[in-house]
């Protein structure tokens, strides 16, 4: 049976290119960057080029780079670390939104903890914050706004330029967590006006275990690991070289096929929406036009979200889901509900994600296997039928 992946917001394969990029760095050149000797030193100029190629891709200097072991790392040490800043100037007010990805959330949980205040920004229906509400957030307290680049779970993308604009004029520090959206639509921090920013390899063709901090210069973020002089002394360790080369292959690829891809992926990201959409009771979950190429997200009423991703699963489908069971907890994702869905709805909650490895073809197969998955839950649903009654007697449940 075939298999066809669409969960590429999860994370993506190690692309070929890449690959044989990197597997020297385990074997033949396997030296310890921090060596002196000729040997150690191949490692750690194969460091310095990924690291020109990571800021290249950002538009700014290899300077602004720090290497991470992922996202969530990025993303706990821009916030620790801004919160840490803002703390010594008695500032100790952060503004963010409802849909951050956990490691953003968790991490200002913490902070809270520790006495800091956190707003959330709305996003309204369309799964989009408004800049008003920024501006209208920001205080004399303020130190620091975070907002997502794009979304994991619903592919909007967010006013980032213009937020940028808005901190820099009022003096806070801008963090985002680009994970979702370096190497799949245009990122420059210059500008965008961004002062911190996260990415992950293994969303962009590079591996797991590997990412970045872009930290704007003149910022003094305190160090995240002590110990030796690797990253300019702030996240000390032996670096992960073949992880690092990986990285700067992927990201280089990604941002030069970037157009095409786009193109590309949009118009199968339309046709598998459009698809989708006339299964009867089904909607689109975020803007319709403001999001990733690549990214579907959709609810079916009546559906419970992981029998219906197991059922995909039996026929070769891999995809997603924020239902309930999946988010790990009684409730649904709290970016569905935070885009004002009741938890019916959320429940029925699918995410497709396509990559340049997707084909029209594969987009056939799943709106081939789709509807009848999706009459054969409704059939077995109590849910269901009491949305069936409702409407014959004229009311519209959800
Ligand atoms: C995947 C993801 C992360 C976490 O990245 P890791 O490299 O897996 O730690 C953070 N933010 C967003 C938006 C993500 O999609």
């Keep these: ?3 066809i992946y669409a969960d590429n917001a999860a994370t993506t394969a190690v692309s070929a290119h890449v690959l044989q990029e990197m597997l020297p760095y385990y074997s033949e050149q396997y030296g310890n ?3 002196l000797y000729a040997f150690g030193q191949t490692a750690h100029r194969a460091i310095t080029k990924a690291r020109g190629q990571v800021a290249a891709a950002l538009g700014t200097t290899e300077r602004e780079i720090y290497f991470t072991s992922g996202g969530s790392e990025a993303d706990n040490w821009a916030i620790k670390g801004a919160a840490a800043l803002g703390k010594a100037k008695g500032k100790t007010h952060i503004i963010t939104t409802t849909i951050e990805h956990h490691a953003v959330l968790h991490t200002l949980d913490a902070l809270k903890k520790e006495g800091f205040t956190v707003t959330y920004l709305p996003v309204y229906e369309n799964g989009i914050c408004r800049v008003e509400d920024v501006a209208a957030a920001i205080t004399d307290e303020t130190c620091l706004v975070t907002i997502m680049y794009a979304n994991n779970e619903i592919g909007t993308i967010q006013p980032i330029g213009e937020i940028g604009a808005l901190c820099r004029q009022k003096g806070v520090l801008f963090h985002t967590d680009a994970v979702q959206a370096v190497g799949h639509i245009p990122v420059d921090v210059q500008k965008d006006q961004i002062d911190l920013l996260s990415l992950s390899g293994h969303k962009l063709h590079a591996p797991k275990g ?27 360790g032996t670096e992960n070289v073949p992880g690092i080369v990986g990285l700067g292959v992927a990201i280089t690829d990604a941002v030069a096929a970037m157009d095409e891809n786009a193109k590309k992926l949009s118009v199968l990201r339309d046709k598998l929406l459009d698809g989708a959409l006339q299964i009867s009771h089904s909607r689109v979950t975020g803007d319709r036009t403001h999001r990733l190429p690549g990214h579907c997200s959709l609810c079916f009423e009546g559906v419970e979200g992981e029998s219906l991703l197991l059922l995909l699963d039996a026929k070769g489908v891999c995809g ?14 709290h970016v569905l509900l935070a885009i004002g869905l009741p938890h019916e709805v959320a429940h029925g909650s699918l995410r497709l994600t396509l990559s340049d490895d997707t084909t029209p073809e594969d987009i056939d197969y799943i709106l081939s296997v789709l509807p009848p998955i999706i009459d054969r839950l409704r059939a077995m649903s109590p849910l269901w039928e009491h949305i069936l009654e409702a409407e014959a007697q004229g009311k519209k449940l959800y």
């Design 1 to 3: 049976m075939r298999m």
């Design 33 to 35: 960057p921090s060596s």
């Design 210 to 236: 590997v990412g970045a901090l872009y930290c704007r210069k003149g910022i003094r973020l305190p160090n995240l690991i002590e110990g030796g002089a690797q990253e300019s002394g702030r996240r000390a």
């Design 320 to 333: 997603s889901s924020g239902s309930a069971c999946t988010s790990g907890s009684l409730d649904p994702s």
